[in-house]
T-cell receptor, first 113, second 112 residues
Framework: EPEVTQTPSHQVTQMGQEVILRCVPI?????FYWYRQILGQKVEFLVS????????KSEIFDDQFSVERPDGSNFTLKIRSTKLEDSAMYFC???????????FGSGTRLTVV | GNSVTQMEGPVTLSEEAFLTINCTYT??????LFWYVQYPGEGLQLLLK?????DKGSNKGFEATYRKETTSFHLEKGSVQVSDSAVYFC???????????FGQGTRLTINP
């Protein structure tokens, strides 16, 4: 069964450093998403991406965050200057149609120290 | 705004027990409702969904019925197994929205 692959599974970074989280969506999917889950809290929507541009973003997704599809396969989330409160599990997802058949990756646990 | 509230966990049951995990929602319009499951070390997997009132979603012995009058989508299973141990998330999406809105998740542990 096709999978969404996220790397790395765990990343530790120092406060103020830039971090890039990587995702390989399912190859024929057109919609891409990032969510995050701070430990013990809800899974929260960050951003959706379609046709090479952001289609919706949440209040969390401020200027410190950016997304990119640099080639035909990868979908990345960049945090420019990490803060302690960015520590969370970050989930990538993709779908073939809007909100239909979402497939999530297994997540990247980001720890900011 | 749109929101989802789940019963607090963790929930611990014995094998073959009956399971209910409560989920209620607040939404504008007519949302679609989902249950996702996260097994240890894995991503979120869609367990079942319902897109309109009175629809029943079912999968792997789990069921949930979309109840508009009580704004609920409770997850049930008649006889749980150890392999059902996981975190369960209730979620909704509204028409035209790009995103899922999740509840806080309920950790379920089934003891043999």
């Amino acid at each position: 069964e096709p999978e969404v692959t996220q790397t790395p599974s765990h990343q530790v970074t120092q406060m103020g450093q830039e971090v890039i989280l990587r995702c390989v969506p399912i190859s024929n999917h057109l919609y891409f998403y990032w969510y995050r889950q701070i430990l013990g809290q809800k899974v929260e929507f960050l951003v959706s991406f379609y046709n090479n541009e952001i289609s919706e973003k949440s209040e969390i997704f401020d200027d410190q965050f950016s997304v990119e599809r640099p080639d035909g396969s990868n979908f990345t989330l960049k945090i420019r200057s990490t803060k302690l409160e960015d520590s969370a599990m970050y989930f990538c997802a993709s779908s073939s149609r809007q909100l239909n058949g979402y497939t999530f990756g297994s997540g990247t646990r980001l720890t900011v120290v | 705004g749109n929101s989802v509230t789940q019963m607090e966990g963790p929930v611990t049951l014995s094998e073959e027990a009956f399971l209910t995990i409560n989920c209620t929602y607040t939404a504008t319009g007519y949302p679609s409702l989902f249950w996702y499951v996260q097994y240890p070390g894995e991503g979120l997997q869609l367990l079942l969904k319902a897109t309109k009132a009175d629809d029943k979603g079912s999968n792997k012995g789990f069921e949930a019925t979309y109840r508009k009058e009580t704004t609920s989508f409770h997850l049930e299973k008649g006889s749980v197994q150890v392999s059902d141990s996981a975190v369960y998330f209730c979620a909704l999406s509204t028409q035209g929205a790009q995103k899922l809105v999740f509840g806080q998740g309920t950790r379920l542990t089934i003891n043999p």
